[in-house]
């Protein structure tokens, strides 16, 4: 991606230098491909890490990071402006006011306010204090456990996850969690689904219209973000991580459906094609 000359944004808490922090309830017996599996938030990932791995508490001893992280932290906060700028402009044009959410920055473990935040659960957004949360070593996971890598690879990372502040503006993350309290295992699930994969593609408006503004995108960052899109689907994951897989416990979307939705969002720049709850599950 092409970000010379590009803001950061300041609505950014950088904790990485603090560390100390305690994650709760996120043990996870160093399989880190289960935290990659619920990085992308459909409702809240701590919760499902809780439920399936027990409680542990971790601290974490005070570390600097390093020039690689420094320069990740600084990409992540140009990713993060380009956002705040399309996203008001989007919802300009629905005569809205755009309110960005703020991103901390951390090394292993902090807290927020939907509780305990461990590096291993990957990035995720809450909507109880409107945060993302990034450590970024997370960019390396993809590359080094996914081999999805690539500015535009770990920028849908964060796009994605304004996406779901996006959601969470609009009403439809509160909506989509009432639905799912009165929803079997199994149709809860499936609004996950519709829910992670509207995010996707708000991550390729964003892209779309980010391109539009400030010409970002240059030739095969497309193609990243689609492979790390199939990389991360529900699909490719259980294969990965059992050997087989359950559809009925997909709750972000397959790789092909990831992939689909990634690219509309990013060949269109309109948010009104979104609709993901509309459709028949077997169509997304």
Request: hydrophobic share 35%.
């Amino acid at each position: 991606m092409n970000l010379e000359g590009r803001r950061e944004s300041d609505n950014v808490e950088d904790r990485r230098r603090f560390g100390g922090g305690k994650a709760t309830g996120l043990g996870i017996g160093g399989l880190v491909i289960v935290g990659i599996i619920t990085w992308l938030m459909g409702g809240n990932p701590l919760d499902v890490l809780t439920n399936q791995l027990g409680n542990v508490t971790q601290n974490v001893a005070q570390q600097e990071p390093s020039a690689e992280n420094d320069a990740m932290a600084h990409f992540a906060k140009q990713i993060l402006a380009g956002t705040e700028d399309v996203w008001t402009k989007e919802f300009q044009k629905m005569g809205r006011t755009y309110t960005p959410p703020r991103m901390v920055l951390f090394s292993g473990a902090t807290n927020s306010n939907c509780g305990g935040a461990n590096a291993q659960t990957g990035p995720f957004y809450c909507p109880v204090d409107q945060t993302v949360y990034l450590d970024v070593s997370f960019f390396n996971q993809m590359k080094s456990q996914l081999g999805a890598s690539g500015d535009f690879a770990y920028a849908y990372v964060v796009a994605h996850e304004v996406g779901h502040h996006v959601q969470h503006l609009l009403g439809t993350l509160d909506k989509v969690q009432q639905m799912q309290s009165r929803s079997s295992e199994k149709v809860s699930n499936q609004l996950s689904v519709r829910l992670e994969l509207q995010a996707d593609f708000y991550a390729g408006v964003w892209a779309y219209n980010d391109n539009k503004m400030f010409n970002s995108l240059q030739p095969g960052d497309l193609e990243k973000g689609l492979n790390a899109a199939s990389a991360i689907g529900d699909d490719r994951l259980q294969m990965q991580s059992r050997g087989y897989t359950v559809p009925d416990a997909f709750n972000h979307g397959t790789s092909a459906q990831r992939v689909r939705w990634l690219k509309k969002g990013a060949t269109t720049g309109d948010i009104s094609a979104g609709d993901t709850f509309s459709p028949n599950y077997s169509d997304l």
